[in-house]
């Protein structure tokens, strides 16, 4: 009964049944934060210099072509390195370990592409870190690229009246067994059962006043973005 009201008061998922940089703000301690500014800082510094070190030999040798050869090339290496550097940013970092294993050999009426399976189950894994880091720092933003419609909306409300209240949830050491049951025969929608167990802890200011092992069933609904699969619908049932 505890941890059903918990849930309720969690996530109040009634009507509820990924590709890199559009995951969330991440929880990076101010030290990591600190370390990786002072790498991208680094990194431009030194591809910067090389980029002028480049241009002034090609101007002296009068190689036109090859001046805008390599600098180019290094131009490109810079916007990578800025790239790389905003991913490990923006990731969320959640302080529970996410496992999910995924079975789709009985998805119908279409069989699931490998390429299919690899998406969505890289993406739900996605969602639950998200998920998690949500409800842990009361961030919106993580919500914004894993999780659409309905599904989206709930979460926000509860991370919204969670914040309201001064509370916050931890979701530490999640299982999840996932079976693909229906894919649709156009691909453009799949529908998981997944059976998730984890430590839930609710904190009022920093301390845990509540903390249990929490075993749940899940209908999930996602569905093909621009480059990622994510998640429409998420509902607590009973059983399958």
């Known amino acids: 009964m505890i941890a059903l ?49 480049t241009v002034s030999c090609a101007r002296g040798r009068r190689l036109s072509s090859a ?88 979460l926000m409300d509860s991370v919204a009246s969670q914040g309201r209240s001064g509370l916050s949830t931890r979701y530490l050491n999640q299982n999840h067994k996932v079976e693909a049951v229906y894919y649709a025969p156009e691909g453009d929608v799949i529908e998981l059962h997944d059976a998730a167990d984890y430590q839930l802890q609710v904190l009022d200011g920093g301390k845990v006043i509540h903390d249990e092992h929490v075993v749940m069933h899940y209908v999930v609904l996602m569905t093909p973005a621009a480059d990622h699969w994510v998640v429409r619908q998420l509902q607590a049932v009973s059983q399958f």
Do not use: C
Request: glycine content about 4%.
């Open 5 to 53: 009201a918990t849930f309720q008061l969690t996530f109040q998922l009634t009507t509820i049944p990924t590709s890199l940089l559009w995951m969330a703000m991440s929880s990076i301690n101010t030290i990591a934060m600190e370390m990786i500014g002072l790498i991208l800082l680094a990194i431009t510094t030194i591809s910067v210099t090389t980029v002028a070190m």
């Open 67 to 154: 001046r805008s050869s390599s600098t180019s090339r290094i131009t490109s290496f810079v916007m990578l390195g800025l790239a790389a550097s905003l991913f490990l940013i923006y990731t969320p970092q959640s302080n529970a370990a996410v496992s999910v294993d995924m079975n789709v050999s009985h998805a119908g009426p279409r069989a699931v592409e490998s390429l299919t399976e690899r998406g969505v189950l890289r993406d739900y894994r996605i969602a639950w870190i998200s998920l998690a880091h949500a409800l842990e720092f009361n961030a919106l933003d993580a919500l914004s690229g894993p999780f659409v419609a309905t599904a989206k909306q709930s």
